[in-house]
């Protein structure tokens, strides 16, 4: 990512959110708020799962974007069906459950499946969706299985539709500023990355719990943030991994992962340390060291009250609802019939590191990652 090359570098940082957006168009053609062209007719989004992400971030978000909208609902809830229907004014033919889903292939209504289910789920309803022929968005991580992921990215490709992930972080213009401050140097060369992310997670009965639905445990829900910083603001893929995971409670962590903190070593000769857990609360940051500064967010992934400090200097920035942002880039991306930057390969490569950090686990030893 590159900043506009007219203007001063201490000048760029206090520019704020227009710096963002330079950065952002020159490599999307969209930032939040300032669409690159404007659309008469919204693509017609499918929710797929109403739990509570559905319910509280992305049903809310798809009223403030510019190029989508909630045409459909996925549930195995009859009782929610008449309570979105009447809150969103979804029609009747556009309620579907997971029996009936490829029925969805004739709802012209629908341009885009958002897959918003247990981690295990999101390889079947992706190939579903892509043969109805359907783009698609999928939460993350992206599938429990590099080879799913594969499999996932073919079968949009055979169908000649869209693939992308819920990276939303990717979109904010904290993080982009972030990016651009480690990519312009301000900080010098980069070093060293710190990151992590973490809570202490309640109902031990819940889907995340269970590896089968899952894949993993804190590593797959909110770990995979700190790694996918540590790529983004690197722009490499960590070539061996080191890692080790603590469990403090067995029967409530039996089939899933507590605690995991990793290594991660890339091309630039750039290490990266890491750390997830549902074990406590507070681990919600990513620093990048370099050879003159730093530059910090602390939180880094929250929802909303991101903070970035570079060089001390505390950026302010306006905040913004991440869901709208990387939906509406992802309607521009189909409009444009140009590749999404979070496309299926973004979540293939990060299961890739993922499953090195859990054989690292299992060996004891650094791992090479395998290339896309």
Known sequence: MHSDKNLPRRDFLSAGVSAACVAAVARVGYCSGVPAKEETKKLGVALVGLGSLSTNQIAPALQKTAHCRLAAIVTGTPEKEKKWADKYAIDSGSIYNYENFDKIASDDNVDIVYIVLPNSMHHEYTIRAAKAGKHVFCEKPMANTAQECREM?????????????????????????????????????????????????????????????????????????????????TGEEPISIMAQETKTDATKFAEVDESITWMMKFPSGVDAYCSTSYNFNGLNKVVAYGSNGLAKMDPAYSYSDLQLEINGKKIELKQQDHFASELDDFATCIRENRPSKVSGYEGLKDLLAIEAIYKSIENRTSVDVQTA
């Open 153 to 233: 990215i073919a079968a949009c490709e055979a169908a000649s539709k869209q693939l992308a992930l819920g990276y939303r972080c990717q979109f904010t213009s904290h993080h982009l500023n972030l990016q651009s401050a480690v990519r312009e140097k301000m900080i010098g060369e980069l070093k060293m990355i710190e990151a992590g992310f973490g809570f202490r997670i309640g109902d031990p009965n819940q889907w995340r719990l269970k590896k089968a639905l899952a894949g993993g445990g804190a590593l797959m829900d909110v770990g995979i943030y700190a790694l996918q910083a540590c790529r983004f603001l």
